[in-house]
């Protein structure tokens, strides 16, 4: 069973930077064999997607209401993906998870991240 575990969330105030971590262990095949992806579900609200990237790193995609403040990236040899995200809004405030995307699909716990002044 692939385990992922994200890291890296907190409280932060308006504007301010974070960067959250994704590490997979027990998989399958290679890192660079899933596409991941960053998901966040606020309070009372459907989870969405947030960024997702290729196996090599290669080709991102992002919401239109992060594009140009968060950056998604991977570290094959570490099996890790970030989420670098800049100028956080209140609004960015939500819990966030990773997603391993292969044969089949595996979640992280999550991570909190609470933008507020």
């Known amino acids: 069973q692939v385990h992922l575990v994200e890291s890296g969330g907190g409280l932060v105030q308006p504007g301010a930077s974070l960067r959250i971590s994704c590490a997979a262990s027990?998989?399958?095949?290679?890192?660079?064999?899933?596409?991941m992806s960053w998901y966040r579900q606020a309070p009372g609200k459907e989870r969405e997607l947030v960024a997702d990237?290729?196996?090599?790193?290669?080709?991102?995609t992002y919401a239109d209401s992060v594009k140009g403040r968060f950056t998604i990236s991977r570290d094959n040899f570490k099996g890790t993906v970030y989420l670098q995200m800049d100028s956080l809004k209140p609004e960015d405030t939500a819990v966030y998870y990773c997603?391993?995307?292969?044969?089949?699909?595996?979640w992280g716990q999550g991570t909190q991240v609470t933008v507020t002044s």
């Open positions: 990237i290729n196996g090599v790193g290669s080709s991102t």
């Open positions: 997603k391993a995307n292969g044969l089949s699909s595996y």
């Open positions: 027990r998989l399958t095949f290679t890192f660079d064999s899933y596409f």
